[in-house]
């Protein structure tokens, strides 16, 4: 990390072999931590030792967003968190995230957020249960972080980590990670005190009935697509515009990922999607890798089309399909690992080309079996890191939406 005393032009951080994406990384570094500051281009620019026309560019071409959007939403994020989380008055916040203004502050707050500071802060401490990791990714994308959510550490680990010390009454994860019935975490929701509950219609109609002795429940259809879900949720919160500006900036990101990945990886190269589960590999798929991968980003599948999901395929059918490259998912119990380490010995496994090229990327469970708008956002960040190496804004880092907070 950089320091309050050191400045990225310093002597002592240049060497003649960095790379002018290793300035920038640490440029964006510093306005992560001097975003309070009154920063400028040309300051910037100096700073990287490059023109500001070239810096400008530079910035966009790397990050997928200008230098002065990223202070913005550095800055906005901030805010986010002092109006939820402390009751310092507004002039105070404008001035810890880089404002001199407040009423300033005020407008771009709005602008940016769609809502004013003062109503953010009232909804912000709104008490909104989730009851599955995909009501959890859905209520993220609207800047809600749940008071009550199922949290596992080895199913949703994104959602535990980050989430852990936030969210206070931690429910059992259910299906489809664990057969244990919802009814488990009714005594937690009670205690909680919700003013809302967002549920799928995967609970049976008892346990739905109990949930809504508690508090209003909206019931979502695990089958509707998620921007139809975040769109619903978001009416229900009084946060549709939330939903939408969310769905609005994941197609931008969409279109600019979607560039980049054909620019390396060609328009040739077939895709396709195993699952290591026990002793056998399985032609896999699911709703949100289809999504992501083969409509969003428009990837080419080796999968075979007459292949139902799920079908077990032998090392003679991959080498048939002749995939470029091969995304695996291993279950995480003990016998499917120890096939994937002794399968990655294999010779016929080693002769598949996607092998030699080393053009075989291991993928978790968390985001790629979820299916919500978190999830999503996380493929594609993911699909960007694995394909180019780069993953501008990455989303891993952010505890919720904050990624898409330009």
């Given amino acids: 990390m950089v320091s309050k005393k050191e400045q990225p032009g310093d002597n002592s951080l240049r060497t003649p072999f960095r790379s002018r994406k290793t300035d920038l990384n640490v440029i964006k570094e510093f306005m992560d931590q001097h975003y309070d500051e009154p920063l400028s281009i040309a300051q910037l620019a100096k700073m990287a030792n490059i023109s500001p026309k070239y810096f400008v560019d530079l910035f966009k071409k790397t ?23 402390s009751e310092a008055r507004l002039r105070d916040i404008a001035l ?41 990714g859905q209520l993220l994308a609207l800047d809600i972080v749940p008071a009550a959510a199922p949290l596992d550490p080895k199913w949703t680990p994104h959602y535990y980590y980050a989430l852990r010390t936030k969210i206070r ?19 937690k929701l009670v205690q909680a005190r919700p003013d809302a509950i967002i549920g799928t219609d ?46 609005r900036r994941y197609e931008q990101r969409v279109q600019s990922a979607r560039e980049q990945i054909g620019n390396a990886l060609g328009q040739q190269d077939k895709i396709l999607t195993l699952r290591i589960y026990g002793r056998s590999i399985h032609n896999y798929k699911n709703r949100g890798m289809e999504e992501v991968l083969f409509r969003d980003l428009q990837l080419q599948s080796a999968s075979p089309g007459g292949v139902p999901a799920g079908s077990p395929l032998t090392l003679e059918q ?6 470029d490259r091969i995304l695996v998912l291993v279950c995480p119990e003990a016998s499917s690992r120890a096939f994937w380490l002794a399968l990655q010995h294999s010779p016929e496994w080693r002769k598949l080309a996607a092998v030699k090229n080393r053009h075989v990327y291991p993928i978790a469970s968390d985001p790629w079996c979820e299916y919500s708008a978190v999830a999503v956002t996380r493929m594609l960040d993911e699909a960007l890191l694995l394909f180019t190496g780069n993953c501008p804004n ?11 907070a330009t």
């Fill in 202 to 247: 995967q609970l049976t109609s008892m346990e739905i009935a109990k949930m809504n002795e508690i508090a209003p429940s909206l019931i979502v259809a695990a089958q509707d697509h998620w921007r139809d879900q975040l769109q619903r949720i978001g009416r229900f919160l009084n946060r549709e515009d939330k939903a939408g500006q969310w769905i």
């Fill in 169 to 187: 009454f931690h429910l059992h994860l259910t299906a489809p990670y664990d057969q244990v019935p919802f009814e488990v975490n009714l005594g």
């Fill in 318 to 323: 991959l080498a048939e399909l002749a995939p």
């Fill in 96 to 136: 810890k995230v880089g404002y001199k203004d407040e009423f300033y502050f005020s407008r771009k707050f709005k602008k940016e957020v769609g809502v004013s500071p003062s109503d953010f802060a009232k909804d912000a401490r709104r008490h909104i249960a989730a009851c599955s990791s995909s009501a959890i």
């Fill in 63 to 85: 990050y997928g967003i200008s230098a002065m959007d990223y202070l913005t939403s550095v800055r906005i994020n901030h805010a986010k968190r002092y109006l939820a989380e």
């Fill in 394 to 404: 990455g989303f891993q880092d952010y505890s919720y939406g904050e990624s898409f």
